[in-house]
């Protein structure tokens, strides 16, 4: 096969905004440096502290944010909605999302050859293929898919180009489903709760969205109108392997809470969670550690994270290769910012850092929930979007009704 100049990725551009707008600009709490704690007044006649844990991404841990009675109630809660398993096969109109997009073969194989040396190398094909896909691919899996499908004619673990525009763009992904995968070859391995948090919710949910606003400074109105809280357990043998919670955002990206009301259409989503607040629901008893992979790594590098048979997203065999873990401890809030400052008070890039990922359980369970914000790098899109919502909670319509119909989507392919 020939080699050529790969087309350039395209570099995020963000939208640009006017200061004042009605929901002004956003604060960003000072990480100062790792270690740091600062005194934080949550509650009335309680005082909580916030450490630092890293810089990149920025992360704090707040002990105690919960009360064990809290933790419990939540959890009992979650157990009366239902709990659903987390992990949800593709579908096969992501497939065909997947095969509209705009992009020739020619241009994904270059995308992907980031040495440009005319072929595929194994790791340049996990790369492609644990882009939010379902099932945690394995340098022996991408033997057994090529073995299956016939991809590698000649044997040597290489991928040609003229052998890439033999296979289909979800080929392999067609190929697992066909074959079936166990849990522990799922990205993820847990089961979920959704518990609305807006008017009318039960008062422990109201209680914590309200302590979350207070923690993230954000602009209450934007933190109400943001996910229902997820409540994930993970039984033995459970994880879920590294991940971001947001994607990046390029001009052409749209998020799901606001792609209805700004009418746009988009083969590229995401989930805009700018931030992150994760909260531990039991003490567990054997692993379930919350590991970043490349906290404060001087550089951050997609194909650094495999390395030889080493994965570092793996988080059933590579926790311990982590840089950061941090033991799940009832009550205890973890904190981060999925997204850069644009420097003028908004969202701007994605933090690569936040890399992320839950290390297998060994022993016992373990109960999280997650509160995501949710805010639309695009300011104007952001305040239409508030201006909508606000309608159903004057009383057009109910506002739990709402919150569901936007995020659904979003919820249902997670």
């Given at each position: 096969?020939?080699?050529?100049?790969?087309?350039?990725?395209?570099?995020?551009?963000?939208?640009?905004?006017?200061?004042?707008?009605?929901l002004?600009?956003?604060?960003?709490?000072?990480?100062?440096?790792?270690?740091?704690?600062?005194?934080?007044?949550?509650l009335?006649?309680?005082?909580?502290?916030?450490?630092?844990?890293?810089?990149?991404?920025?992360?704090?841990?707040?002990?105690?944010?919960?009360?064990e009675?809290?933790?419990?109630?939540?959890?009992?809660?979650?157990?009366?909605?239902?709990?659903?398993?987390?992990?949800?096969?593709?579908?096969?109109?992501?497939?065909?999302?997947?095969?509209?997009?705009?992009?020739?073969?020619?241009?994904i194989?270059?995308?992907?050859?980031?040495?440009?040396?005319?072929?595929?190398?194994?790791?340049?094909?996990?790369?492609?293929?644990?882009?939010?896909?379902?099932?945690?691919?394995?340098?022996?899996?991408?033997?057994?898919?090529?073995?299956?499908?016939?991809a590698?004619?000649?044997?040597?673990?290489l991928?040609?180009?003229?052998?890439?525009?033999?296979?289909?763009?979800?080929?392999?992904?067609?190929?697992?489903?066909?074959?079936g995968v166990?849990?522990?070859?799922?990205?993820r391995?847990?089961?979920?709760?959704?518990?609305?948090?807006?008017?009318?919710?039960?008062q422990?949910?109201?209680?914590?969205?309200?302590?979350?606003?207070?923690?993230?400074?954000?602009?209450?109105?934007?933190?109400?109108?943001?996910?229902?809280?997820?409540?994930?357990?993970?039984?033995?043998?459970?994880?879920?392997?590294?991940?971001?919670?947001?994607?990046?955002?390029?001009?052409?990206?749209?998020c799901?809470?606001?792609?209805?009301?700004?009418?746009?259409?988009?083969?590229?989503?995401t989930?805009?969670?700018?931030?992150?607040?994760?909260?531990?629901?039991?003490?567990?008893s054997?692993?379930?550690?919350?590991?970043?992979?490349v906290?404060?790594?001087r550089?951050?590098?997609?194909?650094?994270?495999?390395?030889?048979?080493?994965?570092?997203?793996?988080?059933?065999?590579?926790?311990?290769?982590?840089?950061?873990?941090?033991?799940?401890?009832?009550?205890?809030?973890?904190?981060?910012?999925?997204?850069?400052?644009?420097?003028?008070g908004?969202?701007?890039?994605?933090?690569?850092?936040?890399?992320?990922?839950?290390?297998?359980?060994?022993?016992?369970?373990?109960?999280?929930?997650?509160?995501?914000?949710?805010?639309?790098?695009?300011?104007?899109?952001?305040?239409?979007?508030?201006?909508?919502?606000?309608?159903?909670?004057?009383?057009?319509?109910?506002?739990?009704?709402?919150?569901?119909?936007?995020?659904?989507?979003?919820?249902?392919?997670l």
């Open positions: 096969s020939t080699t050529g100049t790969a087309p350039a990725p395209p570099s995020p551009s963000l939208p640009k905004h006017h200061n004042l707008s009605p002004g600009r956003l604060q960003r709490l000072e990480g100062i440096k790792v270690g740091h704690v600062q005194r934080l007044d949550l009335p006649n309680k005082v909580h502290y916030m450490k630092t844990l890293s810089m990149k991404p920025l992360l704090f841990e707040v002990p105690s944010f919960l009360s009675e809290e933790c419990k109630l939540i959890i009992h809660l979650a157990k009366l909605k239902g709990l659903q398993e987390s992990q949800i096969m593709p579908s096969d109109l992501q497939h065909e999302a997947i095969d509209e997009m705009d992009i020739s073969k020619e241009e194989f270059n995308l992907l050859d980031y040495n440009q040396d005319g072929q595929l190398q194994m790791k340049e094909v996990l790369t492609l293929l644990r882009f939010g896909d379902s099932t945690w691919i394995t340098p022996e899996t991408v033997q057994e898919i090529y073995t299956g499908l016939k590698d004619p000649d044997g040597n673990g991928l040609s180009l003229e052998e890439f525009k033999q296979l289909n763009t979800n080929a392999f992904q067609t190929y697992l489903r066909q074959h166990e849990k522990s070859e799922l990205v391995n847990s089961k979920n709760a959704w518990l609305y948090q807006g008017e009318g919710a039960h422990i949910l109201r209680t914590l969205r309200h302590r979350v606003i207070k923690l993230t400074r954000l602009p209450p109105e934007i933190v109400e109108h943001s996910e229902p809280l997820q409540v994930v357990k993970y039984e033995q043998g459970g994880h879920y392997h590294a991940h971001h919670d947001s994607g990046p955002i390029y001009a052409e990206t749209s799901f809470h606001t792609k209805l009301v700004s009418n746009v259409s988009s083969a590229l989503e989930s805009c969670r700018y931030v992150t607040v994760l909260f531990y629901l039991n003490t567990v054997g692993g379930g550690e919350t590991a970043f992979p906290a404060d790594n550089t951050y590098d997609e194909l650094f994270l495999i390395q030889n048979d080493t994965d570092l997203r793996d988080t059933r065999k590579n926790c311990d290769r982590a840089n950061l873990r941090v033991k799940p401890v009832q009550g205890t809030a973890l904190f981060w910012y999925n997204y850069l400052s644009d420097g003028e908004w969202v701007g890039e994605q933090d690569e850092y936040s890399l992320h990922g839950g290390c297998v359980v060994t022993q016992g369970n373990k109960w999280i929930a997650n509160n995501w914000i949710n805010i639309d790098p695009d300011v104007q899109r952001q305040v239409k979007f508030q201006q909508a919502i606000s309608k159903y909670t004057n009383g057009e319509a109910p506002a739990k009704w709402a919150i569901d119909n936007i995020y659904q989507d979003l919820h249902v392919e």
